[in-house]
């Protein structure tokens, strides 16, 4: 690993409305929610703060609307160890919302309105390159305009800077933003989405992982919910057993993986450590509620793997 281990994340913020209801409603059904609940949310600003609750050095480049919840946005997230200076105030927009069904299991749909993260354009990225140059490592996801998703994978591969991509919500990606990215950490819906194979055993998630080799992705992470990770490094995969826990809701538990996870791989440089760490933080995410309310801090963490 580079000395430096300064990462950045660049990302969607939403604002999350949380409607907890017996199970996922039917066309044309009306249901009753017995718990509603709004937080910070957004997958950028999720992992931005799993990373920074972890104890990354981090910078987080995102844009909020100019409302007053965009501004309570950026108070919080510097409070959780990370950089905003990158973050904008887009005029004229609202900050982006995400509407959530949560039913009985701890399982979620997610409706989402882009509002200001439509703004994190290509040249967004141009304004703020310093940021990537900066730093050792960059995590994207998809919930921003690609074009600026792969402006900045363009950016770090030019500057030998680690990327690491979380392929999600899931949808077709070129053949160029792939073979610029290091690690890639799709769960088994992504990984399906990107390679044609549903991954329901061991042998799958290995076909699978071997096919975003193939792409040009030296490193892949399959995260498979309660049976843990498939991690497949140049082409040898083991599956990584989880932790059990009980189950409260799943918002933000990939999320969670992955901003952990990238922390402790910069501070280690060991694969199976820093996977250990993520899953940990994610078993004590998903037995939490909420997005944000449930990440831990780097001390919960380490208490838990005790």
Request: proline share 3%.
């Amino acid at each position: 690993m580079q000395a430096n281990k300064k990462m950045v994340v660049l990302g969607s913020i939403n604002i999350d409305h949380v409607l907890q209801v017996p199970h996922f409603p039917r066309p044309g059904e009306t249901l009753s929610g017995k718990q509603y609940q709004m937080s910070f949310g957004g997958k950028g600003a999720n992992q931005a703060v799993a990373a920074g609750r972890s104890g990354a050095s981090i910078a987080f480049m995102a844009c909020v609307g100019e409302d007053e919840v965009g501004h309570a946005v950026r108070e919080q997230l510097a409070k959780d160890n990370i950089d905003i200076s990158a973050i904008e105030v887009t005029k004229g927009e609202a900050t982006g919302l995400a509407m959530i069904y949560l039913d009985n299991q701890g399982e979620n749909t997610i409706g989402i309105y882009p509002g200001a993260n439509a703004s994190l354009t290509k040249a967004y990225v141009e304004k703020y390159q310093q940021v990537i140059i900066d730093s050792a490592t960059l995590l994207l996801q998809l919930e921003t305009p690609l074009e600026s998703v792969l402006a900045a994978a363009r950016l770090a591969n030019q500057h030998d800077i680690l990327t690491v991509l979380n392929p999600a919500p899931a949808q077709p990606l070129s053949h160029e933003l792939l073979s610029l990215i290091d690690i890639i950490t799709p769960n088994e819906t992504e990984a399906e989405a990107l390679t044609g194979i549903s991954v329901q055993t061991d042998k799958d998630a290995e076909q699978a992982a071997r096919c975003l080799h193939n792409k040009g992705i030296d490193t892949v992470i399959i995260t498979l919910g309660s049976r843990g990770v498939w991690l497949s490094v140049k082409g040898q995969g083991q599956r990584i057993a989880g932790y059990e826990v009980t189950v409260r809701d799943t918002i933000a538990a990939g999320d969670t993986f992955n901003g952990a996870f990238l922390c402790r791989y910069i501070e280690t440089a060991d694969w199976h450590q820093a996977v250990d760490f993520a899953q940990a933080a994610a078993a004590i995410a998903v037995s939490r509620q909420g997005a944000q309310t449930s990440i831990p801090w780097r001390d919960e963490i380490i208490d838990f793997l005790k």
